[in-house]
Protein backbone atom coordinates (compact mmCIF):
# COMPACT_ATOMS: atom_id res chain seq x y z
CA UNK A 1 0.00 0.00 0.00
CA UNK A 2 1.43 3.43 -0.52
CA UNK A 3 1.17 6.24 1.13
CA UNK A 4 -0.11 9.70 -0.25
CA UNK A 5 0.93 12.68 2.12
CA UNK A 6 -1.80 15.37 2.02
CA UNK A 7 -1.10 19.55 2.49
CA UNK A 8 -3.24 19.61 6.22
CA UNK A 9 -0.10 16.46 6.96
CA UNK A 10 2.30 19.71 7.19
CA UNK A 11 0.21 22.35 7.81
CA UNK A 12 0.84 22.80 11.88
CA UNK A 13 4.76 23.16 10.66
CA UNK A 14 3.84 25.33 8.24
CA UNK A 15 2.10 27.49 10.61
CA UNK A 16 4.44 26.95 13.57
CA UNK A 17 7.58 28.04 10.79
CA UNK A 18 5.36 31.62 9.97
CA UNK A 19 4.86 31.90 13.96
CA UNK A 20 8.17 31.62 14.40
CA UNK A 21 9.05 34.17 11.59
CA UNK A 22 6.39 36.90 12.87
CA UNK A 23 8.64 36.63 16.11
CA UNK A 24 11.97 36.80 14.72
CA UNK A 25 10.44 40.35 12.60
CA UNK A 26 9.05 41.48 16.03
CA UNK A 27 12.08 41.13 18.07
CA UNK A 28 13.88 44.50 18.85
CA UNK A 29 17.61 45.06 16.61
CA UNK A 30 20.22 44.67 19.54
CA UNK A 31 22.74 46.99 17.42
CA UNK A 32 19.34 49.31 16.74
CA UNK A 33 19.21 49.11 21.32
CA UNK A 34 22.37 50.07 21.75
CA UNK A 35 23.02 52.62 19.27
CA UNK A 36 20.57 54.37 20.93
CA UNK A 37 21.14 53.61 24.45
CA UNK A 38 24.48 55.45 23.90
CA UNK A 39 23.32 57.71 22.40
CA UNK A 40 21.25 59.25 25.19
CA UNK A 41 23.84 58.32 27.24
CA UNK A 42 26.04 61.09 25.70
CA UNK A 43 23.35 63.74 25.58
CA UNK A 44 22.34 63.62 29.01
CA UNK A 45 24.97 62.04 30.76
CA UNK A 46 26.74 65.26 30.96
CA UNK A 47 23.95 66.88 32.37
CA UNK A 48 23.52 64.27 35.00
CA UNK A 49 26.85 64.82 36.06
CA UNK A 50 26.56 68.72 36.48
CA UNK A 51 23.07 68.39 38.29
CA UNK A 52 25.40 65.32 40.86
CA UNK A 53 28.31 67.61 41.11
CA UNK A 54 25.48 70.99 42.14
CA UNK A 55 24.49 69.08 45.60
CA UNK A 56 28.74 69.09 46.08
CA UNK A 57 29.59 69.34 49.52
CA UNK A 58 33.07 70.81 48.48
CA UNK A 59 34.54 72.67 45.74
CA UNK A 60 35.77 69.75 44.09
CA UNK A 61 34.53 69.28 40.28
CA UNK A 62 35.86 65.83 40.37
CA UNK A 63 35.11 64.09 43.79
CA UNK A 64 31.59 64.09 44.91
CA UNK A 65 32.26 64.23 48.86
CA UNK A 66 28.58 64.18 49.98
CA UNK A 67 24.76 66.02 49.16
CA UNK A 68 24.91 69.58 50.55
CA UNK A 69 22.99 72.60 49.48
CA UNK A 70 26.19 74.61 49.75
CA UNK A 71 26.30 76.01 46.17
CA UNK A 72 22.56 76.53 46.09
CA UNK A 73 22.42 79.04 48.87
CA UNK A 74 25.58 81.10 47.54
CA UNK A 75 24.06 81.36 44.41
CA UNK A 76 20.93 82.89 46.44
CA UNK A 77 23.74 85.54 47.90
CA UNK A 78 25.09 86.36 44.38
CA UNK A 79 24.09 89.66 43.81
CA UNK A 80 25.50 90.02 40.26
CA UNK A 81 23.96 86.08 39.44
CA UNK A 82 20.58 87.25 41.53
CA UNK A 83 20.69 91.04 39.03
CA UNK A 84 21.33 88.67 35.73
CA UNK A 85 18.58 86.25 36.83
CA UNK A 86 16.01 89.12 36.94
CA UNK A 87 17.11 90.38 33.66
CA UNK A 88 16.77 87.21 31.89
CA UNK A 89 13.16 86.79 33.46
CA UNK A 90 12.63 90.45 32.12
CA UNK A 91 13.35 89.84 28.90
CA UNK A 92 11.98 86.15 28.52
CA UNK A 93 8.19 87.74 29.86
CA UNK A 94 8.47 91.20 27.46
CA UNK A 95 9.83 88.85 24.15
CA UNK A 96 7.07 86.11 25.10
CA UNK A 97 4.39 88.81 24.79
CA UNK A 98 5.52 90.85 22.15
CA UNK A 99 6.01 87.66 20.04
CA UNK A 100 2.63 86.55 20.95
CA UNK A 101 0.38 89.27 20.35
CA UNK A 102 2.43 89.79 16.85
CA UNK A 103 2.38 85.64 16.07
CA UNK A 104 -1.07 85.67 17.08
CA UNK A 105 -1.60 88.29 14.45
CA UNK A 106 0.34 86.80 11.44
CA UNK A 107 -0.73 83.75 11.75
CA UNK A 108 -4.32 85.52 11.51
CA UNK A 109 -3.51 87.39 8.02
CA UNK A 110 -1.14 84.46 6.55
CA UNK A 111 -4.27 82.21 6.62
CA UNK A 112 -6.70 84.26 5.69
CA UNK A 113 -4.60 86.01 2.91
CA UNK A 114 -4.69 84.16 -0.45
CA UNK A 115 -2.99 86.47 -2.66
CA UNK A 116 0.40 85.68 -4.07
CA UNK A 117 1.92 88.13 -1.69
CA UNK A 118 0.63 86.13 1.72
CA UNK A 119 2.07 82.70 0.13
CA UNK A 120 5.81 84.31 -0.06
CA UNK A 121 5.33 86.25 3.55
CA UNK A 122 4.49 82.59 4.59
CA UNK A 123 7.70 81.11 2.97
CA UNK A 124 10.12 84.33 4.52
CA UNK A 125 8.19 84.09 7.76
CA UNK A 126 9.92 80.09 7.65
CA UNK A 127 13.43 82.30 7.28
CA UNK A 128 14.33 82.70 10.58
CA UNK A 129 13.49 79.06 11.53
CA UNK A 130 16.43 77.47 9.17
CA UNK A 131 18.45 80.13 9.38
CA UNK A 132 21.95 79.75 12.04
CA UNK A 133 21.20 81.62 15.18
CA UNK A 134 24.68 83.18 15.41
CA UNK A 135 23.86 84.44 11.98
CA UNK A 136 20.54 86.20 13.32
CA UNK A 137 22.78 87.77 16.02
CA UNK A 138 25.21 89.40 14.13
CA UNK A 139 22.75 90.60 11.76
CA UNK A 140 20.82 91.87 15.09
CA UNK A 141 24.15 93.76 16.24
CA UNK A 142 25.00 95.20 12.81
CA UNK A 143 21.43 96.72 12.55
CA UNK A 144 21.46 97.92 15.82
CA UNK A 145 25.24 99.38 15.18
CA UNK A 146 23.98 100.68 12.09
CA UNK A 147 20.76 102.92 13.48
CA UNK A 148 23.12 103.69 16.27
CA UNK A 149 20.83 102.03 19.14
CA UNK A 150 23.17 101.19 21.88
CA UNK A 151 23.04 97.37 22.79
CA UNK A 152 21.21 97.09 26.33
CA UNK A 153 18.52 95.21 27.38
CA UNK A 154 16.30 96.79 25.38
CA UNK A 155 18.60 95.68 21.92
CA UNK A 156 17.99 92.08 23.60
CA UNK A 157 14.27 91.92 23.68
CA UNK A 158 13.62 93.57 20.16
CA UNK A 159 15.86 90.34 18.61
CA UNK A 160 14.49 88.42 20.96
CA UNK A 161 11.10 89.27 19.73
CA UNK A 162 11.75 89.34 16.33
CA UNK A 163 13.51 85.58 16.02
CA UNK A 164 10.43 84.07 18.73
CA UNK A 165 7.57 85.26 16.00
CA UNK A 166 8.03 82.70 13.49
CA UNK A 167 8.05 80.08 16.19
CA UNK A 168 4.49 81.12 17.50
CA UNK A 169 3.14 81.50 13.81
CA UNK A 170 4.10 77.95 13.21
CA UNK A 171 2.34 76.39 16.24
CA UNK A 172 -0.93 78.99 15.58
CA UNK A 173 -0.51 79.02 11.83
CA UNK A 174 -2.23 75.21 11.68
CA UNK A 175 -4.55 76.45 14.58
CA UNK A 176 -6.38 79.11 12.51
CA UNK A 177 -6.37 76.87 9.42
CA UNK A 178 -8.78 74.71 11.40
CA UNK A 179 -11.17 77.20 12.84
CA UNK A 180 -14.51 76.99 10.81
CA UNK A 181 -14.84 80.89 8.97
CA UNK A 182 -18.90 80.06 9.31
CA UNK A 183 -18.46 80.52 12.63
CA UNK A 184 -17.26 84.26 12.68
CA UNK A 185 -19.79 84.99 9.52
CA UNK A 186 -22.37 83.94 12.25
CA UNK A 187 -21.58 86.38 14.42
CA UNK A 188 -21.86 89.06 12.17
CA UNK A 189 -24.86 87.57 10.97
CA UNK A 190 -25.98 88.47 14.94
CA UNK A 191 -24.69 91.64 14.66
CA UNK A 192 -21.13 91.76 15.62
CA UNK A 193 -18.48 93.43 13.70
CA UNK A 194 -15.81 91.85 12.05
CA UNK A 195 -13.50 93.26 15.44
CA UNK A 196 -16.39 92.03 17.32
CA UNK A 197 -16.58 88.56 16.15
CA UNK A 198 -12.54 87.92 15.89
CA UNK A 199 -12.59 89.25 19.48
CA UNK A 200 -15.19 87.14 21.06
CA UNK A 201 -15.11 84.03 18.94
CA UNK A 202 -11.53 83.67 16.86
CA UNK A 203 -9.29 84.44 19.79
CA UNK A 204 -10.92 82.75 22.42
CA UNK A 205 -10.52 79.35 20.21
CA UNK A 206 -7.00 80.31 19.88
CA UNK A 207 -6.43 80.73 23.36
CA UNK A 208 -4.72 77.15 24.20
CA UNK A 209 -2.49 77.19 21.45
CA UNK A 210 -1.13 80.91 22.11
CA UNK A 211 -1.05 80.03 25.81
CA UNK A 212 0.55 76.99 24.93
CA UNK A 213 3.10 79.37 22.87
CA UNK A 214 4.06 81.78 25.17
CA UNK A 215 5.12 79.34 28.09
CA UNK A 216 7.44 77.58 25.24
CA UNK A 217 8.55 80.96 23.98
CA UNK A 218 9.15 81.96 27.97
CA UNK A 219 11.53 78.70 28.01
CA UNK A 220 13.16 79.49 24.82
CA UNK A 221 14.12 83.01 25.33
CA UNK A 222 15.34 82.48 28.94
CA UNK A 223 17.70 79.98 27.99
CA UNK A 224 18.67 81.55 24.90
CA UNK A 225 22.60 82.35 24.66
CA UNK A 226 23.60 83.02 21.11
CA UNK A 227 21.36 86.26 20.60
CA UNK A 228 21.79 87.38 23.42
CA UNK A 229 25.52 87.67 23.66
CA UNK A 230 25.23 89.53 20.56
CA UNK A 231 22.79 91.98 20.86
CA UNK A 232 23.28 92.44 24.85
CA UNK A 233 25.17 95.90 26.71
CA UNK A 234 27.57 95.81 29.57
CA UNK A 235 25.23 95.48 32.47
CA UNK A 236 22.87 93.81 33.23
CA UNK A 237 23.99 91.04 30.97
CA UNK A 238 21.24 88.38 30.85
CA UNK A 239 21.93 84.64 33.04
CA UNK A 240 22.86 82.72 30.14
CA UNK A 241 25.73 85.40 29.11
CA UNK A 242 26.95 86.41 32.43
CA UNK A 243 27.66 82.29 32.89
CA UNK A 244 29.71 81.94 29.48
CA UNK A 245 31.33 85.28 30.97
CA UNK A 246 32.30 83.40 34.83
CA UNK A 247 33.32 79.98 33.03
CA UNK A 248 35.94 81.73 31.02
CA UNK A 249 38.19 82.00 34.48
CA UNK A 250 37.46 78.58 35.12
CA UNK A 251 33.49 76.46 36.46
CA UNK A 252 32.50 77.48 39.44
CA UNK A 253 29.87 74.67 41.76
CA UNK A 254 27.69 77.96 42.27
CA UNK A 255 27.51 77.79 38.05
CA UNK A 256 26.28 73.88 38.20
CA UNK A 257 23.67 74.55 40.96
CA UNK A 258 22.30 77.62 38.62
CA UNK A 259 22.29 75.44 35.56
CA UNK A 260 20.63 72.89 37.50
CA UNK A 261 18.29 75.51 38.06
CA UNK A 262 17.60 76.44 34.44
CA UNK A 263 17.47 73.35 33.45
CA UNK A 264 14.73 72.05 36.13
CA UNK A 265 12.62 75.54 35.40
CA UNK A 266 12.55 74.21 31.73
CA UNK A 267 11.96 71.00 31.75
CA UNK A 268 8.49 72.23 34.02
CA UNK A 269 7.90 75.07 31.05
CA UNK A 270 8.09 72.62 28.49
CA UNK A 271 5.63 70.03 30.28
CA UNK A 272 3.46 72.92 31.27
CA UNK A 273 3.06 74.19 27.42
CA UNK A 274 2.19 70.30 26.51
CA UNK A 275 -0.56 69.92 29.40
CA UNK A 276 -2.26 73.59 28.95
CA UNK A 277 -4.42 72.13 25.98
CA UNK A 278 -5.70 69.50 27.85
CA UNK A 279 -6.97 72.49 30.40
CA UNK A 280 -9.27 73.09 27.08
CA UNK A 281 -10.23 69.75 26.61
CA UNK A 282 -8.02 69.92 23.77
CA UNK A 283 -5.04 67.17 22.63
CA UNK A 284 -2.49 68.37 24.58
CA UNK A 285 1.65 66.48 24.43
CA UNK A 286 3.53 66.80 20.88
CA UNK A 287 0.72 67.51 18.65
CA UNK A 288 1.15 71.33 19.91
CA UNK A 289 4.64 71.07 17.52
CA UNK A 290 2.27 71.15 14.49
CA UNK A 291 -0.30 73.38 15.86
CA UNK A 292 -3.14 70.62 16.18
Given at each position: ????????????A?????????R?????????????????AL?????????????N???????????S?R?????A??D?????L??S?R????A????????????????????R??????????V?LI??E???????M??????????????V???????????????????V???????E??????????????????????????L???V?????????????????G?????L????????????????????????????A????????????????????????
Amino acid sequence: MTLVSTPTATAPARESARTAKRRRGRRRPRVLIAITTLFFALLYLPIAVVALFSFNSQKSLTVFDGFSLRWYRAFAHDDVLIASLGTSLRISLVAMAGSVLLGVALALGLVRCRTRLGSLAGLIMLVPLITPEIVTGVASMLLFKGLGIPLSTFTVMLAEITFSISYVTVVLRSRVAALNPEVEEAAMDLGATRWQAVRLVTLPALLPAALASAVLIFALVFDDFVLAYFTTGVDPQPLSVRIYSAIRFGVQPTINAVGTLMLAGSIALIALALFIPRLFGRRGGLDLLSGE
